[in-house]
């Protein structure tokens, strides 16, 4: 009795210490939300008809997966996948009772449902675009509170949703009301869908203003009597008017509402340009006598974007692209915004030389182009079609999607000057006929709204998919020397083509050693600047002009861990603001960080900074000329690969019993399995030392092949499919680059693996009514394997051989015939050890493993489309060639 109350007691606390840490993860919102250190207003509305009131600041949020039930501060973004509804409520006074109350959301990721007092009145599906809700005033109070809930879920589908689930090399899926989101109160008498628009002509600009003025209903009609619009151009502090068309009446009403349209040529206006970035301040005022009922400002700049065969022109002169990726990452805060960092990264940029950055994957936050037009930077802003394949344009959701995207995104920023092209994403895979004319139905619709024009990031042999559609490509050269077939590339595209370079910074490829971060750190960045200094050296060499991109500006943090880059050091500044000490060796912020950018994490300047700098401005290379050499394969493959081959021989050698079995198991293996279904036994400790032997040989190969591929960016992908737990990536991350503790922890995973199958095969025995113990099933288990010892003659090796392109498809064959042969050994002794016909045995396979790795597929196909990205990478295998 006392025995069992102590272990009710045991339980009992052990359940409570369990719910407690539980609840702890669950109600520490520290881990769980971010909040940005900085907002943004777009414009200053204390002197406009229209007025601005923020939402910005405390909402309630609730959350059933993690349990959340507290105060969040907005713009923020919860750091898990699911669903959270935000609430808050807002008061409107008396003078707002006949006016047209609208919510403006800058961002919120990525779906969201909004209920204004209980009621849904909007949706929206796409996380870094602005989207607006008007109100009806029926369903507003004056008198007391407005209840506001917005239902934000950032759950990505494997297909259906843009961006996909799928992001290598990309940017963390935080969710929530992610920038700004305000209330936006319009007179009653307004300039709606309007629309800034200009073209350059001999010399001038003609400006012209679309809109549609509309008046609230039951409006009396003396209150739209003497109404005028002007079409004004100011300077860009709007301190003096520069030139306006004369006031037009507005006097053909249709209803509530009239068309509205406003021209006015401006003679010889300064072009806006990277060296003089002129901007005007373009001002639409609807007036009734001396008063303004209704006016719009919009900044803007003129200039003229051309393609002439393979060169890009601005106002009419050659433009030489010197650009770089920017993932939009704000040092810790990630995508939420920090206005002091942003104008850092500008004034980067320039001090670079850089006159162009591409904003990867998504369009920015709004305050960058705002930035980038009065500090002469170019950008390139592109849709979420990042890394799609095939089946993802051939989605019935695609086309609306893409296209309400591409919609948003061109209203938002197409009077900011500094918006070179918009972009159709990066690494996608239109293959099929559909996927193309789904592509060629986007891009009409791009068209339609503007003139810019479009490029596409691509890989050298996905060219020929995106050249219908685009009129520049980037091609991606990341960790590429060479230029020379970029070059052939280049002679036979029909349109512009400029790589995109870069190479990683990662202590983790030149650690020999035990760990020494600073020495570390010095020579990653030595690898890193002597690789652009050998590119701009070809750069130098070459004719003409020599647009480029740069993989990256800066360092940020990804969904997951890298393997290219290997397991990185975790600095005393990531130490202090780690959430988990238990996660942090492998998935803190240090882990996933992809340190391929000229400044790193904390804004340090890394060498290759200079390096740029001085090649954009034409100086004297300031780093001395180095060579850097990645260091040599592990040694420990062929100690331990040798190592177990003079072991194996030994016991062969040394004991006549292993001989004769190993003899029995290859020449006469039916034999042997009668033996073993007559209960003889085989000494332990011969079927111990066979099955490490064999999981040792699996480990060798299982190690070395993961080594042997582990700076290929690629194979990181698949492995993302497969493994997609941060955590658990960063521990392989750790494992493969430290493969002798790799090489330990597979050899007793896979014999413990052997061990599990025995004890399966003796559950399953039960149905046959086997008698056989279980250490006879663990004889079966690792004698039958007995032909993998076949792979130790290669076992020393087999990295240096999947190396060698001469030498990948033979060795895989041979281990592919090895496997083969080891399955029909199985289903050969499977016969024997149940005495079934060879139908049943072939149903027993077929329904049971069968039915297991169709389990596990069937599972990796719906939860990452495992199908449609294994099509999508081996045609990515062959375009990067």
């Known amino acids: 009795m006392s025995r069992r109350l102590s272990w009710f ?75 959270v509804r935000f609430e808050r409520t ?92 305000f209330l936006e109160i319009l007179p009653e008498v307004r300039l709606a869908s309007p629309r800034f628009d200009y073209r350059l002509h001999s010399g001038a600009a003609q400006i012209s203003f679309t809109a549609q003025i509309r008046s609230r209903r039951g409006l009396a009609p003396e209150a739209l009597e003497g109404l005028t619009c002007m079409l004004e151009i100011w300077d860009v502090r709007r301190e003096q008017k520069l030139a306006g068309s004369p006031p037009r009446a507005c006097e053909n009403w249709n209803g509530d509402r009239q068309d509205l349209a406003l021209t006015y040529q401006l003679s010889e206006p300064a072009l806006w340009s990277p060296q003089e970035p002129n901007l005007y301040a373009l001002r639409a005022v609807l007036m009734q006598g001396d008063s303004v009922i209704d006016e719009l400002w919009q900044e803007t700049g003129f200039r003229s974007i051309q393609i002439a065969g393979q060169e890009l022109h601005l106002n009419g002169e050659p433009l030489e692209l010197r650009g770089a990726n920017w993932m939009e990452a704000y040092n810790r805060q990630s995508v939420l915004l920090d206005s002091t960092e942003l104008a850092n990264l500008v004034m980067t940029a320039q001090q670079l030389g850089l006159n162009v950055l591409r904003v990867i994957g998504r369009p920015p936050h709004p305050l960058l182009p705002r930035l980038c037009d009065r500090a002469g ?42 918006v070179l092209a918009w972009g159709l994403g990066a690494l996608s895979a239109p293959l099929s006929s559909n996927a193309q004319r789904t592509l060629q139905e986007l891009v009409a619709e791009i068209r339609k709204r503007d003139d810019r024009p479009i490029y596409a990031v691509t890989l050298p042999g996905w060219i020929s998919l995106w050249e219908p559609h685009a009129d520049f490509l980037l091609i991606d050269w990341f ?59 070809l750069f130098d060499r070459a004719e003409g002009r020599s647009s480029y991109f740069l993989h990256a500006l800066k360092d940020w943090e990804g969904p997951t861990p890298m393997l290219a880059a290997g397991p990185l050091a975790l600095t005393k500044s990531d130490a202090q603001v780690e959430a988990s000490a238990i996660d942090a060796r ?36 300031p780093v001395g000329a180095t060579k850097h050499t990645l260091p040599g394969n592990s040694g420990i493959f062929q100690i331990v690969g040798i190592l177990l081959i003079l072991i194996l021989l030994y016991f062969i050698q040394r004991d006549r019993r292993l001989q004769d079995n190993l003899r029995r198991i290859f ?215």
């Open 9 to 83: 007691v045991f339980s009992f606390v052990l359940i409570s210490l369990l719910g407690a840490v539980e609840l702890k993860s669950q109600t520490d919102t520290a881990k769980l939300y971010r909040i940005a250190p900085t907002t943004y207003q777009p414009v200053d509305t204390s002197h406009s008809p229209r007025r601005l009131i923020s939402l910005n600041g405390v909402w309630q949020a609730f959350s059933e997966n993690p349990q959340v039930n507290t105060t969040f501060k907005v713009p923020g973004a919860f750091l898990f996948d699911g669903s």
């Open 90 to 181: 807002f008061r409107l006074d008396s003078t707002m009772l006949n006016k047209t109350v609208r919510l403006y959301v800058t961002g919120c990721n990525n779906a969201a449902q909004i209920k204004l007092n209980d009621e849904i009145t909007g949706s929206h599906e796409g996380g870094y675009m602005p989207f607006i809700v008007e109100f009806r005033n029926e369903r507003l109070f004056y008198a007391q509170d407005n209840k506001l809930e917005i239902t934000v879920d950032n759950r990505l589908s494997p297909l259906s949703s843009l961006p996909a689930k799928q992001r290598p090399f990309g940017w963390a899926n935080e969710g929530g009301i992610i920038r700004e989101i």
């Open 377 to 418: 930077i170019f950008l390139l802003q592109e849709l979420p079609l990042y890394y799609l394949t095939d089946a993802h344009f051939n989605q019935p959701n695609f086309s609306p999607l893409a296209q309400a995207q591409a919609h948003e995104m061109i209203e938002r920023d197409q009077h900011h000057p500094s």
């Open 479 to 537: 960790l590429r020397v060479d230029l020379t077939p970029f070059r052939e590339l280049a002679k036979h595209s029909v349109k512009p083509v400029m790589p995109i370079i870069g190479q990683w910074a990662s202590e983790a490829l030149v650690r020999t050693g035990e760990p020494n971060s600073d020495t570390e750190r010095a020579e990653a960045e030595g690898l890193q600047a002597e690789y652009y200094m050998r590119v701009f050296n």
């Open 586 to 621: 492998f998935v803190s912020s240090s882990t996933r960080r992809y340190p391929c950018g000229l400044i790193d994490a904390s804004g340090q300047n890394r060498l290759a900074f200079k390096v740029v700098q001085a090649h954009n401005r034409r100086d004297t290379n």
């Open 667 to 881: 020449v006469h293996p039916h034999g042997f399995y009668i033996d073993l279904y007559e209960n003889r036994k085989v000494a332990p400790f011969l079927t111990v030392l066979l099955g490490l032997a064999e999981s040792c040989v699996l480990a060798l190969l299982l190690t070395q092949f993961f080594y042997a591929f582990r700076h290929d960016v690629i194979f990181d992908h698949v492995i993302n499919l497969v493994l997609h737990a941060p955590y658990w990536k960063g521990v392989l991350i750790w494992l493969v680059w430290n493969p002798a503790w790799f090489l330990a922890g597979a050899t007793l995973a896979i014999f413990l693996l052997g061990v599990l199958s025995a004890i399966f095969l003796r559950i399953l025995g039960m149905f046959f009514s086997s008698s056989l113990t279980l250490s006879q099933y663990l004889t079966f288990v690792f004698w039958v394997g007995a032909n993998l010892l076949i792979l130790a003659a290669i076992a020393p090796i087999f990295h240096r051989l999947l190396l060698m392109p001469d030498f990948v498809r033979p060795t895989l064959f041979f281990v592919a015939v090895i496997f083969l042969w080891l399955i029909g050994r199985f289903f050969r002794a499977i016969r024997v050890l149940y005495m079934i016909s060879f139908l049943r045995a072939a149903i027993i396979c077929i329904v049971i493993f069968g039915g297991i790795l169709a389990s596990i597929v069937l599972y990796y196909d719906q939860s990452q489309a495992i199908f449609d990205y294994a099509k999508y990478y081996f045609e990515m295998l062959k375009a990067r060639a």
